[in-house]
């Protein structure tokens, strides 16, 4: 893929101004457990379509909430956390 001037969508370009208007209207932390690291907040679509970029459909938050969204629901080792706890 050749990259050249005047793209017709640039993915990148677009993403930042998602995030920069997400940090002007939600005060630049998580959205989830306020870490103020603008520089590594990333954009979430919550019903995981990345087309939908209404901002109803976005969040705001920190790699650590991203990847607790995204794999961390799944994940065996939090069932095993839970069935451990429902015993006790």
Known sequence: M???H???HDKVKYQKG???RLNKERGGKCERCSYIKL???QVHHKDRNRSNNDLSNLELICPNCHYEE?????NQVKNRINKKVMLD
């Open 2 to 4: 050749t990259y050249g």
């Open 6 to 8: 005047n793209r017709p």
């Open 18 to 20: 998602l995030k920069e």
């Open 39 to 41: 520089e590594i907040l």
């Open 70 to 74: 995204h794999y961390f629901e799944n």
